[in-house]
């Protein structure tokens, strides 16, 4: 074989005295790997071989994974896919089929706001929904892993709405939920009442990525399980849980090269690991951060949400406040209901003492954020805005409510102490600091003084006058 092949034998094949071994990062596989048989029309008669052949003809997971294994492959797709069938309707009145038609448009448009999902339109499924069709039809025609569906009916002087939120995969329903509007101002409340529902979808299906990947080797994942995984891992609390997010977003990465969304999670990764203080390499990961920021926007100079984490970590690690404005406006002009876009522009109008502004952006990426599974980091921005309008009683509660989900963000912690400082509640601002200290024992007023981006602004000296008053040093 070497002779055959030459000087590119070498970086084919890995030769030892006992095996050759084909690189598979040099493999691009084409077509279905159910489409025929294992290695078939290769005609060798050793007997070993032709036994090895059998077996692994016997088990075809071990085929999926050989080729799952390949990082050239773009068969899956970075996100779950998900639609939104028009509700049936019970009976046969005509208003109903279009405020059927509509409910439906409306949650594709609200679950569209999320970077973390792929939207099939309803204009897709409308035809679908005008018969009884089985599940798997839906999954196998739109090629989508959950499905929105349900019913709507009048009751009385009420329009009645029942969801159902389906694994596509195997037809189970994951929850449903019962929504009842008076008939008269059905189109003026759904939005508010769809907000439940379009949150619950979000925090199913992180939890369900995350239960799906545990235990389970990474070649066998699929790719959207992968960014699903590391995002929602990468969100919680434990530390365990932040560094084990990385390895999902690395390998989403090396499957999909060509996906400007995988590495720009890797980007905001690396930033969040040296804001967070977990980094052992400060300047290294900060250099990891942009370049994977780069990466992202070299793939899709449009994405605007590389555009947003290219922000991210000119404003967090480099304190590149202008740099910073300009992506998150470019994000903006690309798409206005860029909800983290319109979250960092406010935190970062915080960082420069324009607390006004900072709380209509952090409002606003609220509104525009129905989906997210990740509030907690939400409030914690609204709860920097707040601080910096001197707003320290919704300051306070934003940080709270923060808190409840992730109890160990440390920006969290340290907003939480200034406000019980400044609203005159010292012995509970004392013991704040002290849980700070107790969960960052690491955190010093140096390190904030030297790191965080509005440490020289009135807004950071509010939080050094805070923390320094309650026992940080």
């Given amino acids: 074989m070497r002779k055959l092949i030459g000087a590119d034998f070498d970086s084919l094949f890995l030769a030892t005295n006992g095996d050759v071994e084909l690189d598979l990062a040099k493999v691009r ?268 926007l070299d793939i899709d100079p449009h994405s605007s949400f590389s555009l947003t984490i290219d922000g991210f970590a000119n404003s967090n690690l480099l304190k590149n406040m202008e740099i910073a404005e300009s992506r998150y406006n470019a994000a903006l002009d690309v798409n206005p209901n860029e909800s983290l876009s319109w979250l960092l522009r406010g935190a970062l109008m915080a960082f420069q003492d324009d607390g006004a502004a900072a709380i209509r952006a952090t409002q606003t990426a609220r509104r525009l954020s129905p989906i997210d599974p990740f509030g907690y980091y939400y409030d914690s921005f609204a709860s920097t805005a707040y601080i910096a309008a001197e707003d320290f009683e919704n300051a306070l509660m934003r940080a709270e409510m923060s808190l409840a989900v992730n109890d160990r963000h440390l920006s969290t912690m340290r907003t939480r102490t200034t406000a019980l400082h400044f609203l005159g509640r010292h012995e509970e601002a004392r013991a704040s600091a002290q849980d700070l200290m107790r969960r960052h024992p690491s955190f010093n007023i140096d390190e904030y003084k030297r790191n965080h981006p509005s440490a020289d602004r009135r807004a950071g000296m509010r939080v050094i006058e805070a923390l320094t008053a309650s026992g940080i040093h």
């Avoid at 109903?96 to 448009?105: G, K």
């Avoid at 008076?182 to 009442?193: C, D, K, S, V």
């Avoid at 084990?244 to 995988?262: H, I, T, V």
């Avoid at 052992?280 to 990961?285: A, E, F, L, S």
């Fill in 29 to 296: 596989y084409i077509g279905d790997p159910a489409a025929g048989l294992f290695l078939d029309d290769l005609n060798i008669r050793e007997a070993a071989f032709k036994s090895w052949v059998s077996d692994v003809r016997a088990a075809p997971d071990q085929i999926a994974v050989l080729y799952r294994l390949a990082p050239h492959l773009q068969k899956g797709h970075p996100r779950p896919r998900i639609t939104a069938l028009p509700l049936a309707v019970l009976g046969n009145d005509a208003d109903l089929r279009i405020l059927a038609d509509w409910t439906a448009e409306e949650t594709c448009r609200a679950l569209s706001r999320s970077n973390l999902l792929s939207v099939i339109s309803h204009l897709s499924s409308r035809a679908m929904a005008q018969k009884l069709i089985a599940i798997s039809e839906v999954r196998s025609t739109l090629d989508v892993d959950y499905v929105v569906t349900g019913t709507i009916r009048r009751q009385g002087a009420d329009f009645i709405v029942d969801f159902d939120f389906i694994d596509a995969r195997s037809g189970a329903i994951l929850w449903n939920r019962h929504l009842s509007c008076p008939a008269t101002h059905f189109t003026q409340e759904l939005h508010g009442r769809l907000e439940n529902v379009i949150q619950s979808i979000g925090r199913t299906i992180a939890d369900a990525a995350i239960r799906y990947v545990r235990d389970k080797p990474m070649p066998v994942i699929e790719d959207h399980q992968l960014i699903i995984a590391g995002v929602s891992l990468m969100h919680r609390s434990p530390i365990r849980d932040f560094l084990r997010s990385y390895a999902y977003l690395a390998e989403a990465a090396a499957r999909m090269p060509n996906s400007a969304e995988a590495y720009a999670w890797i980007g905001k990764w690396y930033v969040l690991s040296v804001f967070k203080g977990l980094s052992t390499d400060r300047k290294g990961d900060t250099q990891n951060a942009l370049d994977n920021t780069a990466r992202a």
